[in-house]
């Protein structure tokens, strides 16, 4: 069994993989074996891996099974202790790896853990999807120590400290195999966005923690796949948060947080219409709440199995507060005022 191997899921990313993966080779060769699993991509990216990146191991898919399904499928082809979950745009750097990795052999409670995201564009700032570390509030809104809604914090060194977090970021997620497994992985059915959200929360769940090392840091890219106003993002995000609530919940909150969340949701999308102008996404949320509303008894198992499975009542990095409310009506636009 292997110690550590940093999986890339790759689509179409040839770009990416020749600007970003040498990084990941120079800094990672000695501590993990890389892997990049194909999500049968129709660009050269398979020439360019085999022809510049020879040490590389290459898991090839069939067809493209989206980011959740396709790294399901692809780690069940790897034995190792810990997974590291990478995106194709992510920078790493010197020792980026040690810390997590020594954290995770320290504590065996620990699931799961992010380094630092800082943006690659601007290297004093955060990126936004993951900053350092993830949280939800009472109604299903992620949020980060560096990042609410569309404000984006500078990193000043105000989070430098290891903390426990509800999520971590997809984009660099390491976690143990076994964690993972033990979970079944990432929900194929969400395809792609808030899948980790979902996966992280139901292993808190479990009594299982979640722990972002700043003390290890990349540069992400971001929006490498969808730019942020793109109405197929904005269909799953809506689509995936409700099913991750509704799965995740506790039974005594379900019906509240589904009244509100209507309200909510039918409020954000005609904001998207009358201020921004943007019909697509006015759509897409309509569209979204119709496809969970269909697909909803699909996960009643799912639901039944994570409730029984509950070993924490009160988990405290989901915040009990509205984060709409103290962002748009208190003005509090960062993690630290919250």
């Known amino acids: 069994m292997e110690k550590v191997a940093i999986v890339i899921l790759n689509w179409n990313g040839r770009e990416m993989l020749s600007k970003y993966l040498p990084s990941v080779l120079q800094y990672s060769r ?27 191991r290459l ?21 190792a202790e810990y997974y590291l979950l990478l995106n194709s745009d992510i920078e790493v750097t010197h020792h980026w790896l ?6 995770l052999d320290a504590h065996p409670e620990v699931a799961a853990c992010q380094p630092k995201l800082l943006s690659i564009f601007d290297r004093d700032s955060f990126e936004y999807a993951g900053a350092s570390g993830g949280f939800l509030d009472r109604f299903g809104y992620p949020f980060c120590r560096g990042r ?20 971590a970021t997809g984009a660099a997620l390491m976690i143990r195999s076994k964690d993972y497994w033990d979970v079944k992985g ?7 966005h808030n ?21 290890s840091y990349v540069y992400h890219v971001g929006g490498g796949t969808l730019p942020k106003s793109n109405p197929m993002k904005t269909f799953l995000n809506f689509r995936n948060n409700l099913t991750m609530l509704y799965k995740c919940l506790p039974e005594g909150e379900l019906k509240v947080v ?13 904001e998207m219409l009358v201020l921004k102008r943007n019909v697509g996404d006015f759509k897409a949320v309509y ?22 499975s509950r070993q924490v009542e009160v988990i405290p990095e989901r915040k009990m507060f509205s984060l709409l409310w103290q962002y748009y009506v208190k003005g509090k636009k960062t993690f630290s005022q919250l």
Not at 39 to 44: F, G, I, K, L
Not at 151 to 163: A, H
Request: proline share 2%.
């Open 186 to 192: 990432l929900d194929a059915r969400f395809f792609a």
């Open 59 to 79: 898991i090839e898919l069939e067809k493209n099974w989206g980011f959740a399904e396709g790294y399901n499928q692809a780690l069940r082809q790897i034995d």
């Open 195 to 215: 899948e980790e959200i979902d996966l992280c929360w139901r292993l808190r769940i479990r009594g299982r923690k979640i722990v972002c090392i700043p003390e």
């Open 98 to 103: 040690q810390p997590m990795t020594e954290y």
């Open 287 to 308: 569209r979204a709440r119709r496809a969970f509303k269909r697909w909803r008894k699909e996960f009643e198992n799912d639901r039944r199995e994570i409730q029984a």
């Open 258 to 270: 589904m009244r509100w969340r209507w309200w909510l949701d039918y409020l954000a999308a005609w």
């Open 148 to 167: 609410i809604f569309e404000t984006v914090e500078r990193d000043n060194g105000q989070y430098d400290y290891q903390t426990d977090i509800l999520w």
């Open 30 to 56: 000695d501590e993990a074996t890389v892997y990049v699993a194909d999500n049968a991509s129709t660009d050269d990216s398979l020439t360019l891996l085999r022809e510049h990146f020879p040490e590389v």
